[in-house]
T-cell receptor
Framework: DVKVTQSSRYLVKRTGEKVFLECVQDMDHENMFWYRQDPGLGLRLIYFSYDVKMKEKGDIPEGYSVSREKKERFSLILESASTNQTSMYLC?????????????FGPGTRLTVL | AQSVAQPEDQVNVAEGNPLTVKCTYSVSGNPYLFWYVQYPNRGLQFLLKYITGDNLVKGSYGFEAEFNKSQTSFHLKKPSALVSDSALYFCAVRTGGFKTIFGAGTRLFVKA
């Protein structure tokens, strides 16, 4: 089974702090994604990566950056955390570029910015 | 623009009764359609998908979904609901490229 792990389940940070969220998948998937989940809004794509060192902006990239130095690891960085970034963050991976491949999700990180 | 609509925020059903969670979509091109489930404090789990072929797709935990091209719908169904089916359900669509569009989610409550 594919396993996607996220570094923290719960995180509390102060406004202005730099925040790192780590995601690791163990099935050699090409694609990795970061979403945020807010009630009533579903999942919104922040960034995705289709290969090592490659990244593409999603629908809401402002205030975020990402890093993919190794195939199995995809990091989300909040350069200067703000209260409106309080949310559930979900990492996902999928096998390759083919559109019919489903995504495998990590357990999520609930981030609170005070 | 591509979009997915889940018209019901919440669905309530008694245990043992059939359940339906509705999903409609708007895309250009042929859609690939997915259902995911999220249990409390967990990430999303894949349930089933429609790629092509038979309009009735069977998935995990006894769930199935029917693809209806003329009505642009992909409703999730189960003949007999269990209390353990209570969760948040997401419909999603992808036509090409890397992006998947998710619906806002429908919360299912199954009462014993």
């Amino acid at each position: 089974d594919v396993k996607v792990t996220q570094s923290s389940r719960y995180l509390v940070k102060r406004t202005g702090e730099k925040v790192f969220l780590e995601c690791v998948q163990d099935m050699d998937h090409e694609n990795m994604f970061w979403y945020r989940q807010d009630p009533g809004l579903g999942l919104r794509l922040i960034y995705f990566s289709y290969d090592v060192k490659m990244k593409e902006k999603g629908d809401i990239p402002e205030g975020y950056s990402v890093s993919r130095e190794k195939k199995e690891r995809f990091s989300l960085i909040l350069e200067s955390a703000s209260t409106n970034q309080t949310s559930m963050y979900l990492c996902a991976s999928s096998l390759d570029h083919r559109s019919y491949n489903e995504q495998f999700f990590g357990p999520g990180t609930r981030l609170t910015v005070l | 623009a591509q979009s997915v609509a889940q018209p019901e925020d919440q669905v309530n059903v008694a245990e043992g009764n059939p359940l339906t969670v509705k999903c409609t979509y708007s895309v250009s091109g042929n859609p690939y359609l997915f259902w995911y489930v999220q249990y409390p404090n967990r990430g999303l789990q894949f349930l089933l998908k429609y790629i092509t072929g038979d309009n009735l797709v069977k998935g995990s935990y006894g769930f199935e979904a029917e693809f209806n091209k003329s009505q642009t719908s992909f409703h999730l169904k189960k003949p007999s609901a269990l209390v353990s089916d209570s969760a948040l359900y997401f419909c999603a669509v992808r036509t090409g490229g890397f992006k998947t569009i998710f619906g806002a989610g429908t919360r299912l409550f199954v009462k014993a």
